[in-house]
């Protein structure tokens, strides 16, 4: 069964930086898109970036500029990205998921970052 295992997230001060990582295992294949979301308490979960395995990268605006998508294409990694998150802002506080695929793909179990003030 293929699994997408995030790690990377923790507790950062306004300003800092976080690399987040997602890994699948079990796959056999390239996913076309991965990307990572997040909810913070009491919103809806947000595209944050999106990465496809050929083309452009995409990024929501509130995070332009400060974080970097990209992912590993090495012939043994191709199910592999990151997430370097930098400026970190208070409002960037949330669970950070893994996706394969869009919305109807597959999901990680979400890593929690947190943004002091």
């Known amino acids: 069964q293929v699994q997408l295992v995030e790690s990377g997230g923790g507790l950062v001060q306004a300003g800092g930086s976080l690399r987040l990582s997602c890994v699948a295992s079990g796959s056999t294949f390239t996913f076309n898109t991965m990307g990572w979301f997040r909810q913070a308490p009491g919103q809806q979960r947000e595209l944050v970036a999106v990465?496809?395995?050929?083309?452009?990268?995409?990024?929501?605006d509130s995070v332009k500029d400060r974080f970097i998508i990209f992912r590993d294409n090495a012939k043994n990694a191709k199910n592999t990205v990151y997430l370097q998150m930098n400026s970190l802002k208070p409002e960037d506080t949330a669970v950070y998921y893994c996706n394969a695929n869009g919305e109807e793909g597959l999901w990680g179990r979400g890593t929690q970052v947190t943004v002091s003030s």
């Open positions: 990465a496809p395995y050929i083309g452009r990268t995409n990024y929501a």
